[in-house]
């Protein structure tokens, strides 16, 4: 069996962040958490590049645009967190449906480190308390994936 597996080496990579600005005392965390793991795996502080949208909603068309912009992998951060309304159904899968299309589209990885839970302390777990930080796996997996991409 050939099986494929990549070692996580960021040196030399570029790398975009796209963040939602909704909700930014999370997103922030999510945004030191991507750094922080994107530095700590090699990636060049230069070679990184953050830019914020106003909502998740918004992270497919900026996403896309990074991509095409010859960065070896793009991540996008945000946190969706339900409430009352229905636009919480409407927000999450535009994001997530919008930022694979961004991908597939592409064929550069578009990483999906959005958020979606029912209350704000979910979210809160999730960025840099007690279940891990989304920002950090999804460096991760983006250096995984541009690993991957590269290899061909
Ligand atoms: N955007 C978010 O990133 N998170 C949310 O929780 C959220 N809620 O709950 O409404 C949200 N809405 C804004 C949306 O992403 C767009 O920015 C807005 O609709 C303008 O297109």
């Known amino acids: 069996m050939i099986e494929r597996h990549n070692t996580l080496h960021g040196s030399g990579l570029r790398v975009s962040i796209v963040a939602a600005r909704f909700n930014d005392a999370i997103v922030r965390e999510l945004v030191y958490g991507a750094h922080d793991m994107l530095m700590r795996l090699g990636v060049g502080d230069d070679d990184i590049d953050l830019t914020w949208v106003p909502g998740a909603f918004e992270l497919p068309m900026v996403a896309k645009l990074r991509a095409g912009s010859g960065v070896d992998a793009v991540i996008c951060l945000g946190a969706v967190i339900r409430g009352a309304t229905p636009h919480f159904d409407y927000v999450c899968s535009q994001a997530?449906?919008?930022?694979?299309?961004?991908?597939?589209?592409?064929?550069?990885?578009?990483?999906?480190?959005?958020?979606?839970?029912?209350?704000?302390?979910?979210?809160?777990?999730?960025?840099?308390?007690?279940?891990?930080?989304?920002?950090?796996?999804?460096?991760?997996?983006?250096?995984e994936m541009a690993g991957l991409i590269t290899q061909g």
């Open 96 to 143: 997530a449906s919008g930022i694979a299309a961004a991908g597939i589209d592409t064929g550069v990885p578009v990483i999906f480190g959005v958020l979606t839970t029912d209350t704000i302390d979910q979210a809160v777990e999730r960025a840099g308390t007690k279940s891990g930080n989304k920002g950090s796996d999804a460096a991760l997996a983006a250096v």
